[in-house]
T-cell receptor, first 114, second 112 residues
Framework: SQQGEEDPQALSIQEGENATMNCSYK?????LQWYRQNSGRGLVHLIL?????REKHSGRLRVTLDTSKKSSSLLITASRAADTASYFC??????????????FGQGTILTVHP | DVKVTQSSRYLVKRTGEKVFLECVQD?????MFWYRQDPGLGLRLIYF???????EKGDIPEGYSVSREKKERFSLILESASTNQTSMYLC???????????FGPGTRLTVT
């Protein structure tokens, strides 16, 4: 399986704290994306980082990518109760014709307590 | 805003029934995908389509087929539903140039 792995599987923090989630993958990638899923709903795209980028910011989100270690991290700063969700990383394979086909990790369940 | 809709939020079917799940997107995206999501297994790709009438198998196509007769619509078919196909089914679409996938709300299918 080319599926990535996410760490931790579950994370519980207090409002205002930072949350860090990690993702590892196995193949060479074109880009890596992070998605959020609220309970029982579809996924929402958060941020995309290309293989030639090392860090990217979007609001309270900061994503890093280390292609030598085949890993990425998602940092959510000053977390809010509304950030409670599952977070998934997804990678786009670099070789061949992928048609945008992504490989998803198993996700990190984040719980932010008010 | 891109909108991806799925025909049902919840569906209950009996073993052996033929099941149709429909997905419609309104942004002229070339690529469409069907995933199933199970606890502890994440999202797994069943089939995808990169153009009308074109399709390719994903990681777990067994027991499923798909149809894409129009660009905006991608259907997932369970020819003979089985209990191990009880799952959350998610549809997504994307432009080849942008890679960002837009997801529908999901269909929670229960096969009894």
């Amino acid at each position: 399986s080319q599926q990535g792995e996410e760490d931790p599987q579950a994370l519980s923090i207090q409002e205002g704290e930072n949350a860090t989630m990690n993702c590892s993958y196995k193949t060479s990638i074109n880009n890596l994306q992070w998605y959020r899923q609220n309970s029982g709903r579809g996924l929402v795209h958060l941020i995309l980082i290309r293989s030639n980028e090392r860090e990217k910011h979007s609001g309270r989100l900061r994503v890093t990518l280390d292609t030598s270690k085949k890993s990425s991290s998602l940092l959510i700063t000053a977390s809010r109760a509304a950030d409670t969700a599952s977070y998934f990383c997804a990678t786009l394979y670099a070789g061949g014709t992928s048609y945008g086909k992504l490989t998803f990790g198993q996700g990190t369940i984040l719980t932010v307590h008010p | 805003d891109v909108k991806v809709t799925q025909s049902s939020r919840y569906l209950v079917k009996r073993t052996g029934e033929k099941v149709f799940l429909e997905c419609v997107q309104d942004m002229d995206h070339e690529n469409m995908f069907w995933y199933r999501q199970d606890p502890g297994l994440g999202l797994r790709l069943i089939y995808f389509s990169y153009d009308v009438k074109m399709k390719e198998k994903g990681d777990i196509p067994e027991g499923y087929s798909v149809s894409r007769e129009k660009k905006e619509r991608f259907s997932l078919i369970l020819e003979s539903a089985s209990t191990n196909q009880t799952s959350m089914y998610l549809c997504a679409s994307t432009l080849t140039s942008s890679y960002e996938q837009y997801f529908g709300p999901g269909t929670r299918l229960t096969v009894t």
